[in-house]
Structure formats: C-alpha cells, structure tokens
C-alpha cells in the first residue's frame, strides 16, 4: 500500500500542579501525534514534544514519505532522515522521525492483522516496569502515596529525582532518598534520576551515599554531555549508571553505551521503534542492558520484543495521560504489563481527546 498522508495534532495536558526534577520545571506535557494513512488503514503514533514538531511532520517529513510503499520502515525512515539533513537530524526532529516511525508500524501491523509485538517477533509474555515519579515539588505524604499507588500495581522497582536545585541541596536530597527507603520497604529496589544536576565532585560524594542507602540505579548523575565525568562515576560506584533519554541515533548510543552500565531509549525520542532495535543492539555490543524512558504506552510492544530490556518506565506524567489521548492502554499486573494481541500496538484516539487540544 502506498502512503497518502500524514495527518497531525497537537495535545497539551496541565499537571495537576507545577512539577520539577533537578533542572526542570514544567506544568503541562505536549503530546504531537500523528496517523498515517494508506487505502482504508490509518496507524497512529506519538512523541512527547514540541507543537514544532508538528510543523517538522507537516513541511518535512509527511513529502518524504508520501508515496512509498507502507511496508518498507526502513525506507521510511532513511527517507524521513535523508529530508532533514539541513534541520539537522536530531533533538526535534527526530522526535517529529520518531512518532512517524511508531505510525507507520502500527499501520503496517494493521495492514497484516497482527500485533505490533508479533510483527517485531516477542522474546517475553510479559515486560517489567517500574515505578517512576518522585518530584522535587511533592510533599512527603504525596511521595508516600505514590509509592503505596505503585505498591499496588506489583512495582517494586521505583524512582525518585534528587538533584535539588541543580545540585545544591545534598544533604535535603539524601533525606528525600532515606524516606523513600522507609516507604518502600527494606525489599524495594531504589532508584534515583539526578537530570544532570550535579558536578563530577557532588555526584561521586552523592553516590558513595546513595551506595550506603542500598541504591541501585543512580541516572545523569551529571549531564549525558560530559561522557568522560559518566564513564569515572561508573568506576568509582557501585550503584548502575544510567543515562540515554535524549539519545537519537546509532551513533549518540554509540558515544554514550562504554560509560553506562544500563542505556536508557526513548522510542518517541530515538526514531521509533525502528530506532529503538538499532540503539538496543547498539547496546547488546557493549554487553548492557536498555531501560524504556518514559512513555509506557508506546515502549510495551517493543518492550516484549528487545532481548537485553531490563525494564520500562511507568512515569507519572504520562500513564497519568495516556488513557486521556488514546483508548486500549493495558493494565499494570504484579510490576509487568502484557503487551496488547490485538491489530496494530492496540491504541485508537480516544473519542474525546479533543478536548486536550492545543
Ligand atoms: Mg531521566
């Protein structure tokens, strides 16, 4: 089937109130979703973005694709990238790439009356998440509900954000990781995301601390930029060092995957789930895991299908969301969810998703 169009939109969901992590601030989520079109099926995908990459979709990326054969993915995305050379291919871009990607592989499992799952080939019946939120904002009773909410959906895997005003706060942060213990319970894993808040000197005393707490997974420790600060962080700690959510390509997986003991990817950042297989081998070469960024939705079918995936991440904002914009979100059983069996990655807008419009 040849591809007709790519029709797009844009969706902005307020939090209930202003949030942060170490770096960041934000009180609302932009969702840009795109349904591909070929004869009578329509495949639907989205990334976590801008409404600017709506406009890359619509000026870029839906001429390059118009036209070719729906099966071929990887032509699609070539093309797609090939377009873009002059925008550059990453940041924007390629979350605009990313959702098209996801589209058009729902469109092609459609087309075939399959599963996305079983169009990518499952290695697992059921994929693990774990719990992730831990604002900077909340207050300690909403954090101790949280984790109970996750204690309820079977997540013993949860995560937290330090790195209180990039950095700064040390002593406050570690105080933050100790009540999570105490929620949690002696048997919970911990995890914790610094945003790359902290200097190469705070994040190493912070994590000699954080190994004392019995944390396990310590992410952008300092920023994805510095490698170098990443790489002698992983030798000096004991807890995993994570980073990965803003990679994009091969070669951004490639840079990052030798300071890593886990790679975290984003499908709706890393060009779908084309993108996704490519950066997970990627990370397969240098013997490590991948971790799922966000968007839980999206990551469970290629969850099932990606031999070295150790978990995706169940993020506050976006199951929070998701069952807002699309219909058919699966349920979370004992920590893991199953990926959908029916056509396509099993999601359809849902019928009152307008109301979200930007
Ligand atoms: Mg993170």
């Known amino acids: 089937m040849r591809l007709t169009a790519l029709d797009t939109s844009v969706y902005r969901f307020p939090t ?13 989520t932009t969702a840009v979703l795109v349904q591909a079109r070929a004869g009578e099926i329509t495949g639907l995908g989205w990334t976590y973005s801008t409404g600017a ?53 729902d469109l092609k499992a459609r087309s075939h009356d399959l599963p996305v799952v079983a169009l990518l080939g499952a290695v697992r019946d059921r994929v693990p998440i774990y719990g992730s939120g ?6 300690d009773e909403q954090l101790h509900q949280q984790v109970e909410d996750w204690r309820a959906l079977g997540c013993r895997n949860v995560k937290i954000k330090i790195g209180e005003d990039w950095g700064t706060r040390i002593e406050h942060d570690l105080s933050r990781v100790a009540r999570l ?12 995301d ?12 912070v994590g000699r601390a954080l190994d ?17 600060g990443l790489a002698g962080l992983r030798q000096a700690l004991d807890c995993d060092i994570t980073a990965g959510e803003y990679v994009a390509d091969v070669f951004e997986a490639e840079r990052l995957a030798p300071a890593l003991d886990c790679l975290q990817l984003d499908a709706t950042r890393c060009g779908g789930y084309t993108g996704f297989l490519r950066a997970a081998a990627v990370a397969a070469v240098h013997n490590l895991d991948v971790s799922a960024h966000c968007a839980p939705a ?11 995936l150790r978990h995706i991440e169940y993020f506050a904002d976006h199951a929070r969301l998701e069952p807002l914009l699309v219909e058919g979100i699966l349920p979370v059983r004992d920590g893991t969810v199953i990926p959908n069996r029916t056509a396509g990655h099993g999601y359809t807008l849902h019928p009152e998703a307008a109301r979200w419009l930007a």
């Open 16 to 28: 209930p109130e202003p949030e942060a992590d170490g770096t960041l601030e934000w009180s609302a």
């Open 53 to 105: 990459a709506a406009a890359v979709i619509d000026e870029h990326l839906e001429p390059a694709v118009i036209g070719r054969d729906s099966n071929d993915l990887d032509d699609c995305h070539e093309s797609m990238r090939r377009a873009s050379r002059n925008l550059g291919t990453r940041g924007v871009v390629m979350h605009a790439i990313s959702a098209v990607d996801i589209a058009l592989w």
């Open 134 to 139: 831990g604002f900077t904002t909340m207050t």
């Open 181 to 192: 213990r105490r929620f949690a319970g002696a048997d919970a894993r911990l995890m914790v």
């Open 194 to 205: 610094a945003n790359g808040a902290y200097s190469r000197g705070r994040a190493r005393r």
């Open 212 to 228: 004392e707490l019995g944390v396990v997974w310590f992410e952008e420790p300092v920023s994805s930029d510095d490698v170098e």
């Open 298 to 308: 999206l990551h469970t079918s290629i969850g099932a299908a990606v031999v070295n």
